[in-house]
């Protein structure tokens, strides 16, 4: 026992030596391999606490991120309130392949105009055309230029940049478009909805002017009965900027829906039947 008790004084010194060359030494960084008792003892070893309260942790939105939901949200509720309580829409144009638009003036919005089309594929499909791949528009909506996603923002929420292609008959110059979409959900309905945004300073593309998308909702529904078809409803108001007639922008975004629907059923037609 005494030889014991001899043994664990004789550690007890080396192990004293041993933390006074290393404060003789003023080490700041001790080995890895010191015991964390001896850190301790020396108070070298950091305290850890837990992060102070307010502090964001990386999994968490930033205040940014949460401004782009919520700007998204209350896009689509002001959608929502339009298409449930507006009911006074003027004939536009009607195609034959069955694209209806009709428009109506509306505070805060100007004219905002609504096209309608039933298109013979599921609103899975459509969705993913629409909102998943939407990078990949411009390969066949010659209307784009380029569609970027500059930012995710959780699972619902893109910040875009979009190049608009020279207009019809170049009526007016070339524009691009800073947005924030988001995607709801109500019963079997999708939602698409877009609202210009004021994000950090993007550089202007040569020779374009940057517009603002003020509502811009796509609805998805599938078609009562058959639910391989879908029921497309799109609201549509813009602010081009720049010195362009009403009546000019009026035409041109009247068409640009026309076109658009045109675009999307023969790229679908292709799809589904190559």
Same mark, same amino acid.
């Given at each position: 026992?005494?030889?014991?008790?001899?043994?664990?004084?004789?550690?007890?010194?080396? %192990?004293?030596?041993?933390?006074?060359?290393?404060?003789?030494?003023?080490?700041?960084?001790?080995?890895? &391999?010191?015991?964390?008792?001896?850190?301790?003892?020396?108070?070298?070893?950091?305290?850890?606490?837990?992060?102070?309260?307010?502090?964001? &942790?990386?999994?968490?939105? $930033?205040?940014?991120?949460?401004?782009? $939901?919520?700007?998204?949200?209350? @896009?689509?509720?002001? @959608?929502? $309130?339009?298409?449930?309580?507006?009911?006074?829409?003027?004939?536009?144009?009607?195609?034959?392949?069955?694209?209806?638009?009709?428009?109506?003036?509306?505070?805060?919005?100007?004219?905002?105009?609504?096209?309608?089309?039933?298109?013979?594929?599921?609103?899975?499909?459509?969705?993913?055309?629409?909102?998943?791949? %939407?990078?990949?528009?411009?390969?066949? &909506?010659?209307? *784009?230029?380029?569609?970027?996603?500059?930012?995710?923002?959780?699972?619902?929420?893109?910040?875009?940049?979009?190049? @608009?292609?020279?207009?019809?008959?170049?009526?007016?110059?070339?524009?691009?478009?800073?947005?924030?979409?988001?995607?709801?959900?109500?019963?079997?309905?999708?939602?698409?909805?877009?609202?210009?945004?004021?994000?950090?300073?993007?550089?202007?593309?040569?020779?374009?002017?940057?517009?603002?998308?003020?509502?811009?909702?796509?609805?998805?529904?599938?078609?009562?009965?058959?639910?391989?078809?879908?029921? *497309?409803?799109?609201?549509? $108001?813009?602010?081009?900027?720049?010195?362009?007639?009403?009546?000019? %922008?009026?035409?041109?975004?009247?068409?640009?829906?026309?076109?658009? %629907?045109?675009?999307?059923?023969?790229?679908?037609?292709?799809?589904?039947?190559?």
């Amino acid at each position: 026992m005494l030889s014991a008790l001899g043994l664990k004084t004789a550690a007890i010194a080396a %192990i004293q030596k041993d933390m006074k060359d290393l404060v003789e030494r003023r080490s700041h960084h001790l080995p890895s &391999n010191i015991p964390h008792y001896i850190q301790r003892l020396v108070g070298k070893e950091k305290a850890t606490s837990p992060e102070p309260a307010g502090d964001l &942790n990386p999994s968490q939105p $930033s205040s940014v991120d949460l401004s782009y $939901s919520t700007q998204g949200e209350r @896009a689509l509720q002001q @959608a929502l $309130s339009i298409l449930q309580r507006h009911t006074s829409w003027q004939a536009e144009v009607m195609m034959e392949a069955g694209t209806t638009v009709t428009s109506a003036a509306l505070p805060g919005l100007g004219k905002l105009f609504r096209a309608e089309v039933v298109l013979a594929v599921p609103v899975a499909q459509l969705h993913q055309e629409l909102f998943e791949r %939407i990078e990949q528009m411009p390969r066949w &909506n010659p209307t *784009l230029s380029q569609v970027k996603v500059l930012q995710h923002v959780g699972r619902d929420t893109l910040v875009t940049h979009e190049v @608009a292609a020279p207009s019809r008959g170049n009526l007016v110059g070339q524009r691009d478009f800073v947005s924030v979409r988001h995607r709801g959900r109500r019963d079997a309905a999708i939602y698409l909805v877009g609202t210009a945004t004021h994000r950090d300073p993007l550089p202007l593309p040569k020779g374009c002017i940057r517009a603002e998308s003020r509502l811009s909702c796509i609805v998805l529904q599938p078609l009562a009965g058959d639910p391989g078809r879908t029921h *497309l409803t799109w609201l549509l $108001s813009m602010d081009l900027k720049g010195w362009v007639p009403t009546s000019v %922008i009026d035409r041109l975004l009247l068409w640009a829906q026309v076109d658009f %629907i045109k675009h999307l059923h023969q790229h679908l037609s292709a799809t589904t039947c190559p």
